[in-house]
């Protein structure tokens, strides 16, 4: 879903103005470290799983349901790696929307479902090693959330529970 109902009631009201809102972002490892990353329709630029939390809806829920809206896969949530915000974190979309998201960043493994995009937000899913993410073009939000996650130098094995 490109805009929820929610949001796109805020836009109403408040046009492209900058607008705060908590976020969910999920480092979907398999277990050689690669990352399950999306790419967007609208920039043509990948990105993590992820998005904004909904009315009503836990940090956890927004994240399952960005995985399976997004990648088309079911996640185990394995921890929370960071909490972000600030500059980093604005985003201008391509429409003149601006955003300043708080994200909340899960690391997670895939538990079913077979990653594919949904065609309306995401246009590609794919595992990405450390090589792939240094050559995939990003946002700055991704590279930032990238950078709370996985550590200089490298891909870590995933978080254990």
Request: charged share 20%.
């Amino acid at each position: 879903m490109p805009i929820s109902p929610y949001l796109a009631r805020l836009r109403a009201k408040v046009g492209h103005d900058l607008l705060l809102a908590p976020s969910v972002a999920v480092i979907a490892r398999d277990d050689a470290g690669r990352v399950l990353m999306v790419q967007t329709c609208d920039t043509g630029l990948w990105q993590t799983i992820g998005g904004m939390i909904e009315p009503d809806e836990s940090p956890p829920e927004a994240a399952h349901r960005e995985a399976f809206e997004e990648a088309g896969v079911t996640i185990e949530l394995r921890g929370i790696v960071a909490v972000l915000g600030g500059p980093a974190f604005r985003v201008t979309y391509p429409n003149g929307d601006r955003m300043a998201y708080v994200a909340t960043v899960f690391d997670a493994r895939v538990t079913g479902g077979e990653p594919r995009p949904d065609g309306t937000e995401t246009s590609a899913v794919q595992w990405l090693g450390p090589r792939e993410l240094a050559r995939a073009q990003m946002a700055e939000i991704t590279h930032a959330l990238l950078a709370a996650a996985i550590p200089p130098g490298g891909i870590e094995p995933p978080l254990r529970a």
